[in-house]
Structures are given as structure tokens and as C-alpha cells.
């Protein structure tokens, strides 16, 4: 499968939305946030204050505390349970590098912040009574918690240093999110042409002997790498600077271009002084003309 952002997955008990319902615990959690492959996933969970011994006795915990197995079979369990409920957002990576690479950036923080918000306010949409929200940290709690109070101020929000360790509801939104990663990450369905079977990518951490052999591997000198890199990650910078070719911007102000040129233009025009200039060897060795005009 491709990582498109998006609801990846939406269940809420029917309990949970009648009129009325009851009090509601909602607990948010995030996997790979680290990784230079593969999405960014955020799970919340659902549960009423009373039925929070059986989520934990479904044996949810921190999701990195448990091997992938376990974390499936609880995964399993929790969702075969009429009482909880859940929402998961993937944020591809295509979406992540385009957000911290824009002209006006946003961090990475600032994206898992409006993230969560968005996580509580399809919730409250569907007409759950969320009375407590528990947050594992992204950045300084304090400050977290204050901005979540501002928008949710109806809600008593508690964000913590290792929520997913303390709070059985963040436990299983921390389960949620990792399933649903590692299962994009094994599933991964690439739409660039020449990685099919490619599939070696281990976790996607830069610290991961698997990962960092695809990544050396895999750049394409031209094109860098296809849409499961975050470009953003330094790691990704590294080996581009290192493998790919160099490639010379024109510096705008030492060639304006008039103000009249379209785009088109742009892309399909050439200068006369720059005719009969030397062409780099990768056009020719692959048989790339010059684009003429009209032919857009």
C-alpha cells in the first residue's frame, strides 16, 4: 500500500454517540515520528473512565515495550471489544517533507500539535462526550498542555513525558499507531517504477542497519529517491549531497527574466546564446532533446 494522508481508520461504539452519552477518555499517540521512511501515524483510543481496568486488562502498554507479535494480538483484541473506540491519521511522508521543506516551514512539532487537535475535534464531531484527554508530550507538556486547554477548554487535558507508560487510554493509541505504521511499512506498494520487490527497508529508523543499506543503495543520482523518503530528514540531505548529482541554479539576480514570460515559456524555450552549449552527459546518454514550444 501507499501512506495517503488521511482518516486511515474511524470506529466509535454507538454508545459512545447517543444522546446524552457518557463521559468519554480519549488518549493520543503517535509512531514514527523519528523515521526517515515511511509515514507518521496517529492513533487515539476511546474509552468510558469505567471500563479503563478492562482496556488494561486487554495488556496494553507502551507499544516500543512490545514485540510486534504482541502488539497485533492486542491490537486484535482491542478491536474485537464493543466498548472501545478509535481514529488513526496517517501524514505520508510525501506530506511531511512537503510541509518542512515550504517556503514558510512548518516543524515537525507544529504538524503532530494540529495533528492531535484534529484527532479530539473529529471525536467531538461524531458526537462523543470527551471529558478527559491524555497526551503522550511532543515538545515542552506545559506549554503542550496550555495550547490543547485553549482550543478544548471543556476538557480536562493532562499531557505528559511518557503518557503511553503511564495511561492505559495512551497505551492503546500508542498500540493503534504502531500497527497501523508497521503494517504500511511491510505493505508498502511503491508507485515509482523500479523498486518492485524492493522491499527491504527494515523500520525506516536512520539508525537501523536495514534502513541504511536501502538508502545507500537506492539514489538515484538524478531523482534522489522515490516518495516513502522524507526529504526532510537529514539523513536523506547527507546522502543526496554525497551520491547525487550536482546540479547549478541560475542565480535570479544576476539573469532577471522579464516579467511577460509565462511559464510555459519558461519550461519550453531556449536561449540562442545557450544553443550550442555543452550538454550534460546524463541527457545524451539517455537520449533527451530539448523541449520545442507547442509541444506541451
Known sequence: MNAVSGVASLHVPECMTSPGGPPCAMGIDEAGRGPVL?????GSCLCAPEMLPKLKACGVADSKKLSAEKRQEIFNRMRSTGYIGWILTVISPEELSAKMLQQSRISLNTISH?????????????????????????????????HLKHHFPNINVRVEVKA?????????????AKVVRDTCMTTWRFKEPGYEGNYHLGSGYPADPDTKRWMEENVNTVFGYPSIVRFSWKTCATLLADRAAEVSWTNPAEAPLPSDLS????????????????????????HLNHARPGLL
Open 114 to 146: 494540529e495533528t492531535a487537535i484534529d484527532l479530539v475535534r473529529q471525536a467531538l464531531a461524531k458526537g462523543v462526550n470527551v471529558t478527559e484527554l491524555y497526551v503522550d508530550t511532543v515538545g515542552d507538556p506545559r506549554w503542550y498542555q496550555n
Open 38 to 42: 515511511g509515514p507518521m501515524v496517529y
Open 263 to 286: 511559464q510555459t515559456t519558461l519550461m519550453c524555450s531556449s536561449s540562442h546564446k545557450n544553443e550550442h552549449a555543452p550538454r550534460y552527459r546524463f541527457f545524451s546518454e539517455n
Open 164 to 176: 503511553d507508560s503511564t495511561f492505559p487510554v495512551v497505551s492503546a493509541a500508542s498500540i493503534f
